[in-house]
Antibody
Framework: QVQLVQSGAEVKKPGASVKVSCEAS????????ISWVRQAPGQGLEWMGW????????NYAQNLQGRVTMTTDTSTNTAYMELRSLRSDDTAVYYC?????????????WGQGTLVTVSS | QSALTQPPSASGSPGQSVTISCTGT?????????VSWYQQHPGKAPKLMIY???KRPSGVPDRFSGSKSGNTASLTVSGLQAEDEADYYC???????????FGTGTKVTVL
């Protein structure tokens, strides 16, 4: 069965970086894009961007341009999301999801989420 | 890219129907048939309920249906059940430059 398993919770200080992993199984990794979505405490969903697992092309949300990098390792079927220059308002649960807005617009499988807390 | 507008809350008694709206612009909801709906229970990851405006993934009950008119999409839950109580989010493709956008979310309460 399709599974996306994310790395564990992180606590970071303002100005630091965080890298969250998302290991996929149960399907052909390069056949589906991976998107990243975050959710601040008590807030709604925010799209962060997506990466083509086939050729590495990316598309990032404009408000995160310059601070976010998405990559993949096709040898381990793992996607990564790195966010730099962390601020307190980056505190959120970060999700990876299979699919992309640029495909059929649907995210059909989601990781369990990774809580990133930014605090001094 | 501004979030799509959803009502903060909606409610209905068991067996009744509830409809949630999702209003965008001609640059997102109105411009593409790539509207999806997600159900999220507290502390859980979102679950895809509807994609491409009207399609249901395998395993999603046919009590859930989607539609779109102009810049507004809608999700209808018929025959409400206790387990339908959750937050619901719409999303839409918004073009190659902007990617996509989620709605503000609607909390559905089963009375």
């Amino acid at each position: 069965q399709v599974q996306l398993v994310q790395s564990g919770a992180e606590v970071k200080k303002p100005g630091a970086s965080v890298k969250v992993s998302c290991e996929a199984s149960g399907y052909t990794f390069i056949s589906h894009a991976i998107s990243w979505v975050r959710q601040a405490p008590g807030q709604g969903l925010e799209w962060m961007g997506w990466i083509s697992t086939y050729n590495g092309n990316t598309n990032y949300a404009q408000n995160l341009q310059g601070r976010v990098t998405m990559t993949t390792d096709t040898s381990t079927n793992t996607a990564y999301m790195e966010l730099r220059s962390l601020r307190s308002d980056d505190t959120a649960v970060y999700y990876c999801a299979r699919g992309a807005f640029a495909g059929n617009g649907a995210f059909d499988y989601w990781g369990q989420g990774t809580l990133v807390t930014v605090s001094s | 890219q501004s979030a799509l507008t959803q009502p903060p809350s909606a409610s209905g008694s068991p067996g009744q129907s509830v409809t949630i709206s999702c209003t965008g612009t001609s640059s997102d909801v109105g411009g593409y048939n790539y509207v999806s709906w997600y159900q999220q229970h507290p502390g859980k990851a979102p679950k895809l309920m509807i994609y491409e405006v009207t399609k249901r993934p395998s395993g999603v009950p046919d009590r859930f249906s989607g539609s779109k008119s102009g810049n507004t999409a809608s999700l209808t839950v018929s025959g409400l059940q206790a387990e339908d109580e959750a937050d619901y989010y719409c999303s839409s493709y918004a073009g190659s430059k902007n990617g996509g956008v989620f709605g503000t979310g609607t909390k559905v309460t089963v009375l």
